[in-house]
């Protein structure tokens, strides 16, 4: 926030609705949301067309190389990502840790991410997110996963892929699942919508509303292992609307250049000739992980319920 | 083999004899605006090319992140048959970041950045605040009748001043300006797109379809 910046008058003004949490992720789509660990990479985030940074501690890569308990950034940091751009700043923290999603909003994050990336602080319960001002974006596997957390106040979904690996397998198989999940709402009776709410396990509710709107009621961005101008424009072409890079830009040998291609693939995502140009001379990707060589237990997509 | 999908809009958006309005659509609520300017009769279709502006009697400029949207315009050749076009009298209406790409004017830019300008104002971005000061009001628009428009403002900009040749058409209780018009250009802070607020796109209309009938 800059000194010139002023809140409206609270006495005639709604902060914190849902249309203004979920607003901010309309506002994003079309878009590259990339992690930062520095505000040196926010910088070059912002100057190569991020619509947003996603502050975190250690990139997926590193919180995978490493081992270890993945928790919310040091506040100094964040503090200092948010000084040091003017697009939304978003961070992360620990699945049901709801002091962490409190100290989140009180350093002023644009939204908070409760994310399966760092290590869960809670294995039954997520936060209740209607409990706060800032929103919240969450990852699902599928839309049941992804109805249950907008439920819970969620105000953005992102598909979850498999963070940190450069391995867009994953990611490809949760929008594909999310997707194909919609589209078969759609072709229901109510009778079968009532039987679809209790297979998805999620509330008839929001069963019901995707099925007459064909959509989720919140933005649905991917994210997990994409690497590549060509992967970004992959997830838009399967109905994304956006894209999350995390390990994907600051592991390759020039993030500056990725960063670049990566936001015109995800803008001209349905144009091959595009995609082919910003594609050129990026130097190294990210080394990458295949998913299939992980074991079970390392695989963050399994992370939330 | 083609693209799995295609910036395309649904049947119906282009087949409308109403007035040819192009969405710029490098970034941000473009699919909204196209729904609202569909349902109002306008004959839609996106713009991202510069052979794209061509057909065009009025374009709108959505929410998003202007940053994005200026390296974008520049960087695929965009901006400057834009701002001939403005120039040229082409009715624009832009939102949020919208209006910022409107402006002559912009403070709190990035570095570097530029706006195609056209509205005689000085614009601030995010002069709210972060997310947490985002909100929702009722407005009066006297331009628009009696009946207050529900505004929801997004990481909002602000007019912080108003030049001889443009007009204010909205303050916020504390007085700051956040609707403006100029000629044939239309600027909000807030986004009339998103919760079924009609009016200010139809005001737009009115300005195409009188620009197309002196063209």
């Known amino acids: ?305 | 083999m083609t693209t799995l999908r295609t910036e395309s809009l649904d049947a119906g958006a282009a087949a409308s004899a109403g007035p040819r309005v192009g969405v710029l659509a490098l970034q941000g609520d473009f699919r909204e605006h196209a729904h609202v300017l569909t349902k109002l009769g306008a004959s839609v279709s996106l713009v991202r090319r510069p052979a794209e502006l061509d057909a065009i009697e009025g374009l709108v400029i959505p929410g998003g992140e202007s940053t994005v949207m200026d390296k974008l315009s520049r960087a695929y050749g965009l901006a400057e048959p834009l701002k001939a076009a403005i120039t040229a009298g082409l009715p624009v209406y832009g939102t949020c970041a919208g209006l910022i790409m409107l402006a002559d004017s912009v403070l709190d830019a990035i570095a570097g950045q530029q706006s195609l300008g056209g509205l005689d104002v000085v614009v601030r971005r995010n002069a709210f605040g972060s997310q947490n000061q985002s909100f929702e009001t009722d407005l009066d628009v006297p331009a628009l009748g009696d009946a207050p428009v529900h505004a929801v403002f997004i990481r909002g900009p602000v007019v912080e001043s108003v030049g001889p040749s443009a007009t204010a058409l909205a303050t916020i209780s504390d007085g700051r300006v956040v609707a403006v018009e100029q000629g044939n250009l239309l600027g909000t802070s807030f986004h009339p797109e998103i919760n079924g607020e009609y009016r200010f796109h139809k005001y737009f209309l009115a300005k195409v379809r009188a620009a197309a009938t002196t063209a």
Request: hydrophobic letters at 45%; glycine letters at 8%.
């Open chain 1, 1 to 305: 926030m800059t000194e010139a910046s002023v809140p409206a008058p609270a006495a005639t003004s709604q902060t914190g609705s849902s249309r203004v949490k979920r607003g901010l992720a309309e506002m994003l789509k079309g878009g590259v949301i990339m992690d930062v660990v520095t505000a040196e990479q926010a910088r070059i985030a912002e100057d190569a067309g991020a619509v947003a940074v996603m502050a975190l501690e250690r990139v997926p890569a590193d919180i995978r190389a490493q081992g270890g308990v993945a928790r919310m950034s040091d506040p100094d940091l964040i503090e200092a990502i948010i000084a040091e751009v003017s697009i939304p700043v978003m961070a992360k923290a620990r699945i049901g840790h709801f002091v962490e999603a409190q100290v989140l909003q009180a350093l002023d994050v644009d939204y908070i991410d409760e994310s399966e990336v760092l290590s869960p602080a809670d294995y039954v319960n997520h936060i209740d997110k209607w409990a706060f001002n800032t929103p919240f974006v969450c990852g699902a596997t599928n839309l049941g996963e992804a109805l249950r957390r907008i439920n819970e106040g969620a105000a953005m979904i992102r598909s979850k892929g498999e963070a940190g690996t450069g391995d867009v397998s994953e990611a490809t198989k949760h929008i594909r699942k999310i997707t194909s999940e919609i589209n078969a709402l759609k072709s229901m009776t109510r009778d079968e919508l009532y039987v679809a709410a209790k297979e998805l396990q999620a509330p008839y509710e929001l069963v019901l509303e995707v099925a007459e709107t064909g959509k989720l009621p919140v933005v649905l961005f991917t994210a997990g292992g994409v690497a590549t101008p060509a992967d970004a424009a992959m997830m838009m072409q399967l109905g994304a609307d956006g894209v999350f890079v995390g390990s994907g830009i600051f592991k390759s040998g020039n993030p500056e250049a990725r960063a670049a291609a990566v936001v015109k693939a995800t803008t001209f995502y349905d144009d091959p000739s595009v995609i082919a140009e910003v594609s050129r001379g990026l130097g190294e990707a990210m080394v990458g992980i295949n998913v299939g060589d992980l074991a079970a237990p390392h695989r963050l997509a399994e992370r939330g319920w």
